[in-house]
């Protein structure tokens, strides 16, 4: 005996169960057979798979997303922190050169690596610094002997 079990709550919570075989549920949606009825059965129940992959994929999605968008802000704050640290580097060099011309004014000394438009103070030069190093080693130690000089 097939068929489907229907439960309702009444007014102090009584389940009443009511049995619904093939045949009375052939005449409720005006089936002509039974085949029909398997029929809307398999497409019902393909349609409520269907429905509920598509709520699983969405909610799958909505995930990957999610992780997406971490990793994006991952790296987004990786790469500010990155530009942070070159600005620093920059502001650095460019500190540094400043010095290093207050110091070349003061003593007149020439440094060999030093360009002229880094001599003059001209921002928009490559003020990388590495090559000019050992000379201003050179520079700074031949002034150890001297006096101190102070750099405002």
């Known amino acids: 005996m097939t068929g489907i079990f229907w439960k309702s709550g009444g007014k102090e919570g009584v389940t009443n169960s009511l049995h619904l075989g093939a045949e009375e549920l052939m005449k409720i949606l005006k089936f002509s057979d039974i085949d029909t009825l398997h029929y809307e059965v398999r497409y019902l129940s393909r349609y409520i798979d269907e429905e509920y992959l598509f709520k699983k994929s969405a909610a799958f999605k909505i995930i ?8 994006r802000n991952h790296i987004y704050d990786v790469e500010v922190k990155a530009l942070e640290a070159d600005c620093m580097e920059e502001g650095f060099i460019r500190g540094f050169m400043k010095g290093v011309r207050a110091v070349q004014r003061k003593t007149g000394a020439e440094i060999d690596g030093l360009t002229p438009s880094q ?9 990388g610094g590495e090559e000019i190093e050992s000379e201003l080693q050179k520079a700074f130690s031949l002034e150890e002997d001297e006096d101190d000089i102070d750099i405002l």
């Open 119 to 127: 001599a003059s103070g001209d921002p928009s030069s490559d003020s």
């Open 64 to 71: 990957v997303e999610d992780h997406i968008q971490e990793a």
